[in-house]
């Protein structure tokens, strides 16, 4: 997303961060939580909230479902991402805070993808992350649903 207008239009909502384990739950149909994040996307579409994601997220979602479903269904997810979903680059300063976040909490095994999400999050003052990974519950600071709860509340 490059156009200003475009990204001040996005701003008029409120943002959904999503992370690579909530992208395969939709995906995977046999996945356990696949219900539970298709009614959350289901609820944030009808609450006209928007789906915010990274870069790198998309990379590594693209790699998960690649690997585990095949390359046709992980090139229709990638097809579809592009046009549901705020892509956020990764910027070198969130690099550098990324690597901040790493260097700190050296008591949790945080990857450089979920360092980097919390710092996104951060620099555009999103508090809902559509994650399963507990990472981003241990970290602080963000309603992380399904694992928070079922339900995205107005």
């Known amino acids: 997303m490059n156009d ?3 990204k ?19 995906v995977d149909r046999s996945d356990t939580f696949h219900f539970v994040c298709k009614k959350l996307l289901q609820q944030a579409e009808k609450q006209r909230n928007r789906i915010l994601t990274t870069n790198f997220i998309v990379a590594e979602s693209h790699a ?12 229709q997810w990638l097809e579809s991402v592009i046009e ?3 892509i956020e680059r990764i910027t ?8 901040r976040i790493l260097r700190d909490y050296n008591d949790k095994d945080f990857s ?4 980097a999400s919390f710092v996104v999050m951060e620099r555009l003052n999103v508090h809902i992350a559509f994650a ?13 649903l399904p694992l928070h709860g079922e339900q995205l509340l107005e």
């Open 4 to 6: 200003k207008n475009e």
């Open 8 to 26: 001040e239009t996005w701003f008029s909502y409120r943002l959904c961060f999503t992370d690579t384990s909530f992208f395969y739950a939709l």
């Open 64 to 75: 998960l479902i690649l690997s585990r479903l095949g390359r046709s269904i992980a090139y």
């Open 84 to 86: 549901y979903a705020w």
């Open 92 to 99: 070198e300063d969130d690099e550098v805070k990324t690597r």
């Open 112 to 115: 450089y993808t979920d360092a």
């Open 132 to 144: 399963l990974d507990e990472h981003f519950v241990q970290y602080g600071g963000f309603l992380v």
